[in-house]
């Protein structure tokens, strides 16, 4: 069921199977339980009257265990074969389920938005997230657990014209500018803990090659630098498809056509307004150094 589904109906079809597991069993338990109950009836009476013991003596376990072995071994006897006769019922039952399962085909688990950040999860109330949410929050867990998508490798691609701090600072500019409006390298400076003179060297050879302009302190991209941006973008949904693809599960999704429009959308809203990598203010060493920094996707 969760790997037939759509995407966007996972959780009316899991709630779905939940209620008809739930009524299974209901009705298993209420027809079991009535048969039981009539082979009872057959019994008891005959072992209460062989025993010689109260009628009350039945009423509850306590009482019968304070009966003489002798006395109480018929009305035990009477509740073993009652159950004996249940089980063997419930045989041809278990049969018939065994043999059907055995023509239903193997559907694997859906990959994605099942893994559990921590074992705690996997045990926590149900999320309110949108289905395009989870698939983000999977994605961001895919992002950091993989070391492949770096800078550094899109940058030594042959189609790549930027060096690894060109194209850092071009994502930047283009982050600053579709989460806040402008692009400032002071307020770039600011947020890193870094002097804005460090970084103007970077962004002042963007604005030499043609792929942002620059007014004093502000910034913005030209043509070539959001074509470069979304030249990042393809590169990085190309990345995560091909993660995906190499499960047979991706390629049997019915929904895959609608999972990769969803990733169009997040990995340009990564690139757009997310960090590719958690960032902290590092502080500075005795010898006056920042700590080393990986730049990954």
């Known amino acids: 069921m969760q790997n037939t589904s759509r995407f966007e109906d996972l959780g009316v079809a899991t709630s779905g199977v939940t209620f008809f597991r739930t009524i299974g069993s209901s009705f298993g338990a209420a027809i079991f339980g009535s048969l039981f109950t009539n082979f009872l009836h057959s019994r008891i009476g005959p072992a209460i009257a062989a025993s010689g013991a109260s009628p009350t003596a039945v009423n509850s376990p306590e009482a019968l265990h304070r009966l003489p072995r002798a006395m109480a071994a018929p009305i035990v006897n009477a509740y073993a074969e009652s159950l004996t006769q249940v089980f063997l019922c419930a045989v041809p039952v278990a049969l018939v389920g065994f043999v059907l399962s055995l023509f239903l085909p193997e559907v694997p688990l859906r990959e994605i938005g099942n893994t559990a950040a921590d074992l705690g999860d996997g045990f926590a109330m149900p999320t309110t997230q949108t289905p395009e949410e989870m698939l983000e929050s999977a994605i961001g867990r895919l992002l950091r657990g993989e070391p492949g998508m770096r800078l550094r490798s899109i940058a030594m691609?042959?189609?790549?014209?930027?060096?690894?701090?060109?194209?850092?600072?071009?994502?930047?500019?283009?982050?600053?500018?579709?989460?806040?409006?402008?692009?400032?390298?002071?307020?770039?400076?600011?947020?890193?803990?870094?002097?804005?003179?460090?970084?103007?060297?970077?962004?002042?050879?963007?604005?030499?090659?043609?792929?942002?302009?620059?007014?004093?302190?502000?910034?913005?991209?030209?043509?070539?630098?959001?074509?470069?941006?979304?030249?990042?973008?393809?590169?990085?949904?190309?990345?995560?498809?091909?993660?995906?693809?190499?499960?047979?599960?991706?390629?049997?999704?019915?929904?895959?056509?609608?999972?990769?429009?969803?990733?169009?959308?997040?990995?340009?809203?990564?690139?757009a307004q997310r960090d590719w990598h958690e960032e902290r203010p590092r502080s500075i060493n005795s010898a006056g150094e920042a700590p080393g920094r990986t730049v990954s996707l």
Do not use: M
């Open 157 to 271: 691609r042959p189609d790549c014209p930027l060096d690894v701090a060109e194209l850092w600072a071009l994502l930047r500019i283009n982050r600053y500018q579709r989460a806040f409006g402008r692009a400032r390298i002071t307020d770039i400076g600011d947020q890193l803990g870094i002097p804005y003179e460090v970084l103007e060297p970077t962004f002042d050879r963007l604005v030499r090659r043609g792929y942002a302009h620059r007014d004093i302190d502000r910034l913005w991209l030209t043509p070539p630098g959001l074509r470069q941006v979304d030249f990042v973008s393809t590169l990085l949904q190309e990345w995560i498809v091909d993660k995906l693809t190499r499960s047979p599960n991706f390629q049997g999704r019915p929904d895959r056509a609608q999972v990769e429009a969803a990733l169009n959308r997040i990995t340009h809203r990564i690139v």
